[in-house]
């Protein structure tokens, strides 16, 4: 980091090579868009090297990258919410999941189904709760990273990590069709 700060492009992009896969996968796992996620993603390095100055020495690069990565696909998000239907849907056309090397064509398409059942019980959450089940359950952060890349107590993350939980839960078990909407919890 501070060999970056101090304008090493090498060292720059070594931090690229450490965290660009799961700079993408967040993005990728907040705003739905295999594609746009990549330009994101990019978007969001070139954002972390602009800002470099602003990053203080002993705090944690990768939560503050993090921070950077979720505000990028809120603004995303907020953009998204702000175009017609139509566009959107476009947006994230062709963005089917993708299990390369599964197997047998019955195991991935069973994976491939399961994939988008979690992919749309995971949409229909709140993007702060998302976040925090994404960064937590898939990125492996601990409560501390989290709560330093969102910017809340660790107490407000374990918290709406639970809730998250219990949402995605609920959601997972509608999209299934296990669970009339109707019945609620």
Request: hydrophobic share 40%; glycine share 8%; with cysteine.
């Amino acid at each position: 980091m501070l060999r970056s700060r101090g304008g090493d492009l090498d060292a720059y992009g070594q931090m690229i090579l450490r965290y660009k896969d799961r700079v993408a996968l967040l993005v990728h796992q907040m705003i739905r868009d295999r594609h746009a996620a990549e330009d994101l993603s990019q978007e969001v390095f070139v954002k972390v090297y602009r800002s470099l100055w602003r990053f203080r020495e002993g705090a944690r690069f990768s939560s503050w990258l993090y921070a950077i990565a979720l505000n990028a696909a809120k603004d995303e998000l907020k953009r998204r919410s702000r175009l017609p239907r139509t566009e959107e849907l476009d947006a994230g056309a062709g963005d089917g999941p993708h299990e390369p090397g599964l197997g047998e064509p019955t195991r991935r398409l069973e994976a491939e189904e399961l994939r988008v059942q979690i992919d749309r019980a995971l949409q229909t959450l709140p993007s702060r709760m998302r976040a925090v089940l994404v960064l937590r359950d898939l990125q492996d952060l601990s409560y501390r990273e989290i709560a330093d890349a969102t910017g809340r107590s660790v107490g407000t993350v374990k918290s709406r990590l639970n809730r998250a939980r219990l949402a995605f839960k609920e959601a997972y078990l509608r999209v299934c069709g296990r669970v009339r909407p109707e019945e609620g919890r």
